[in-house]
T-cell receptor
Framework: AQKITQTQPGMFVQEKEAVTLDCTYD???????LFWYKQPSSGEMIFLIY??????QNATEGRYSLNFQKARKSANLVISASQLGDSAMYFC????????????????FGTGTQLKVEL | NAGVTQTPKFRILKIGQSMTLQCTQD?????MYWYRQDPGMGLKLIYY???????DKGEVPNGYNVSRSTTEDFPLRLELAAPSQTSVYFC????????????FGQGTRLTVV
């Protein structure tokens, strides 16, 4: 079974609107972390936001927020006030705890969502 | 700030050739990683290292080798290149603490023909 599932291959949003990118995960560990990365057409991987499994509040970083629903095992990324520069591929990733992975802080990635922001 | 530097950025290899992808980081991170990204897919872990002299296999290690003689450098070796190794390769590094993000290099686009 996939550990990280991103069910939206592509999304469109109007400029200045908010958009939610879905991410569900599967783990047996109690201690894990969830990350979102942005990959523009130039190819680099840009870190956006992090949520720890024990964090009580949803993470926010500027226009990015993470809607963390632990019981549902979902960690959706919300981008508010979309801009043309937000057009990119977005990846959700998970880091499981040492008990599961043996250490090393390794990331498991989803297949990504291609976001296109339109005028 | 250089961060994570990968060389080369692009390379075309013939089937059966060998090459080394270079990766160096200047953040004094203990953990380093090699991922590959196939078209339209997420990243998959090839190898990782938790410190100088220590390496371990990731999800897709076949056809690759690594070494970690220093904290800064983590080269990835391809022996006997195959078309299935056509991919974009990313090197990354992170601190030891689990809640910190991984920093990625710019990637190496490799084509095996």
């Amino acid at each position: 079974a996939q550990k990280i599932t991103q069910t939206q291959p592509g999304m469109f949003v109007q400029e200045k609107e908010a958009v939610t990118l879905d991410c569900t995960y599967d783990t047996s560990d109690q201690s894990y972390g969830l990350f979102w990365y942005k990959q523009p057409s130039s190819g680099e991987m840009i870190f956006l936001i992090y949520q720890g499994s024990y964090d009580e509040q949803n993470a926010t970083e500027g226009r990015y927020s993470l809607n963390f629903q632990k019981a549902r095992k979902s960690a959706n990324l919300v981008i508010s006030a979309s801009q043309l520069g937000d057009s990119a591929m977005y990846f959700c990733a998970m880091r499981e705890g040492r008990r599961v992975t043996g250490g090393g802080n390794k990331l498991t990635f989803g297949t990504g969502t291609q976001l296109k922001v339109e005028l | 700030n250089a961060g994570v530097t990968q060389t080369p950025k692009f390379r075309i290899l013939k089937i059966g050739q060998s090459m080394t992808l270079q990766c160096t980081q200047d953040m004094n991170h203990n953990y380093m990683y090699w991922y590959r990204q196939d078209p339209g897919m997420g990243l998959k872990l090839i190898y990782y290292s938790v410190g100088a002299g220590i390496t371990d296999k990731g999800e897709v290690p076949n056809g690759y080798n690594v070494s970690r003689s220093t904290t800064e450098d983590f080269p990835l070796r391809l022996e006997l290149a195959a078309p299935s190794q056509t991919s974009v390769y990313f090197c990354a590094s992170s601190r030891t603490r689990e809640n910190t993000e991984a920093f990625f290099g710019q990637g190496t686009r490799l084509t095996v023909v």
